[in-house]
């Protein structure tokens, strides 16, 4: 039993998001960059934490403050991602699925799982840090642009994960 | 399979068999960079050397007595049909297809410098040669040097065969940045 | 060519970063109308009883594919201004690797995180806080681990440049190869009833 009303059409609802990609193409001349958004929070809480100085010395943070805590890329994904929370509120109201609640597979604890999930988070990070770029940053953008690099992270991204699926099933079903 | 996925399949689809049609069927000739460096020393009066490249990578460095053409100006720019005309990028795609555009204007005599920027300065400012090179290896590589030094490039004999661009594409790569530290 | 507009100057820097939200809701009220804002449904993809997310990565990617080569070949759009995502073999590879095991574990990825969470989702903003961990522990660190992370750069490069084809061909592989897998999607979705 689901509540809500039924999700769309998935081809249709991937036909948008194309469209917003190709519309930031046009925009900006980058793509959709989740992760980056992310990595600029913590370059920014980094820097509030130690000193911006010293935290535009380090070489891993130091493309996200070329503004002191900011950047103008990193300006453009941070708003993109509020737009992403408030897109995805509005049609979750709209469509009645918003609800507080810990989403999680049948024979799992709502503890279990969130310790889980920061656990994948933290893999998902590191991931996303060494590939530069997650599943809309890498995947999407780069490889609807035929980046070789891209394609080489959706291969390994869903080869690892189908690999690991039997081993992760108490998780999920 | 709704009539609509089977719509959007089949616009897709047709678009994309558009996009490989859509790119230059028989062959622009290529030249190779040897011969294009012999015929700017030789300051050959009707060649047109042609970069298509955004602008600030033009402004960083380019092939000597080149001019830097957009897409636009490709289209539009006026150019003597007599001039010889070689064309580079960065890849070789956006080269081919400027001169497939300049060929539907009416210019044939086109040609490509296959890796453009990258062959340039592998191939040019810094040649090599290989410690156990063949004699014929060794008369490019002379040839080569003598037109290098010309451009201010730096031939090297005396390398490890593992070091020479077979693998171009990474090498010049380092080139570049080679040259940046340098400040070109 | 008049965009990408931030480098023809159609749109001032203000006009771009009011791009960003707009964008950003049109992209995550997608991804919550396909369903993505779900992690039982995204991890249906990896058992194969719901493959939503195949079907919504590689249509948005085919679109966004078709629509850019066409708007470059009619002279809208310059590709060549767009950035291209710098290729290194390894650390993407491995990045792969780390993020697959974190897209099966947690369920959501960084953009559906945020939509979950936005839905309520307690486990996406378990998620989200997860990444920020992650990217921390990778700052961290990046003093040890720096040339593995900077090994085997190939440059901007694309698949059809290293196979020496051109972009169009390479267009076309992928559109025929998509459809196929969506065919080949409904297929399994159906046996698995």
């Known amino acids: 039993m689901r509540e809500g009303k039924p999700f769309a059409d998935p081809y249709l609802a991937g036909i948008g998001i194309g469209l917003a990609l190709l519309a930031a193409y046009v925009v900006t001349g980058r793509g959709l960059g989740a992760s980056g958004g992310f990595a600029s929070v913590v370059a920014a809480a980094t820097a509030a934490a130690e000193s911006t100085e010293r935290a535009t010395r380090s070489p891993a943070l130091s493309p996200y403050l070329t503004r002191g805590v900011a950047s103008p890329l990193t300006d453009w994904l941070v708003l993109e991602l509020v737009g992403v929370a408030i897109g995805g509120y509005v049609s979750a109201r709209l469509a009645g699925r918003s609800r507080v609640v810990v989403e999680r597979g049948p024979h799992l604890s709502a503890t279990s799982r969130i310790v889980a999930a920061v656990g994948g988070g933290l893999f998902m990070g590191l991931g996303a840090k060494f590939a530069r770029g997650c599943t809309s940053g890498q995947a999407l953008t780069g490889g609807a642009l035929l980046a070789a690099g891209s394609w080489i992270f959706i291969a390994t991204c869903f080869a690892s994960a189908y690999l690991l699926a039997p081993v992760a099933r108490r998780l999920w079903r | 399979m709704t009539r609509l996925h089977r719509a959007l399949a089949l616009l897709a689809a047709a678009l994309a068999v558009a996009a490989w049609h859509s790119e230059p069927q028989g062959r622009v000739d290529n030249i190779s960079p040897l011969d294009l460096a012999d015929r700017i020393v030789r300051q050959d009066v009707a060649l047109r ?110 390398v490890a065969r593992s070091e020479l661009p077979g693998g171009a594409r990474e090498f010049a790569r380092q080139a570049i940045a080679g040259m940046r530290r340098r400040g070109c | 060519m008049t965009a990408p507009f931030s480098e023809t100057g159609v749109l001032g820097s203000t006009g771009v970063l009011a791009s960003a ?127 593995l992370v900077e090994s085997t750069a190939l440059g901007a490069v694309t698949l059809t440049q290293l196979a020496g084809v051109p972009h169009g061909a390479g267009v076309l592989a992928i559109t025929v190869a998509a459809l196929a897998g969506f065919a080949l999607a409904s297929r399994i979705e159906r046996a698995r009833g």
């Not at chain 3, 964008?23 to 058992?47: D, N, P, V």
């Not at chain 3, 759009?77 to 780390?98: C, F, K, N, R, S």
């Not at chain 3, 486990?123 to 961990?133: E, N, T, W, Y």
């Open chain 2, 49 to 158: 050397v042609v970069d298509v490249r955004p602008r600030p990578s033009f402004d960083q460095f380019h092939v000597p007595g080149a001019t830097q053409m957009t897409l636009d100006d490709l289209r539009r720019q006026a150019i003597p049909l007599s001039a010889q005309i070689v064309l580079y990028a960065d890849d070789d795609d956006r080269a081919m297809r400027s001169a497939q555009l300049l060929r539907t204007r009416g210019y044939v005599n086109v040609v490509v410098l296959r890796e453009g920027i990258s062959a340039w300065i592998s191939r040019v400012l810094e040649p090599r040669l290989a410690r156990d090179a063949t004699a014929l290896e060794r008369a490019e590589f002379d040839r080569a040097a003598q037109l290098s030094r010309f451009f201010g490039g730096l031939p090297q004999s005396d």
């Open chain 3, 21 to 147: 939200p707009l964008i950003g809701f049109a992209f995550g009220w997608c991804l919550e109308r396909g369903g993505l804002g779900s992690a039982r449904k995204l991890t249906g993809q990896f058992y194969l009883t719901d493959l939503t997310v195949f079907k919504v990565m590689f249509s948005a990617l085919v679109t966004a594919m078709l629509g850019a080569f066409w708007l470059d070949r009619l002279g809208v759009l310059d590709l060549g201004l767009v950035y291209l995502p710098e290729t290194y073999v390894v650390p993407q590879a491995i990045g792969g690797v780390l993020f697959g095991v974190g897209f099966l574990v947690g369920g959501l990825c960084p953009g559906t995180a945020c939509v979950a969470a936005a839905a309520g989702r307690l486990d996406g903003l378990a998620v989200a806080g997860g990444m920020l961990l992650g990217i921390a522990a990778f700052n961290a660190l990046f003093d040890w681990i720096r040339p």
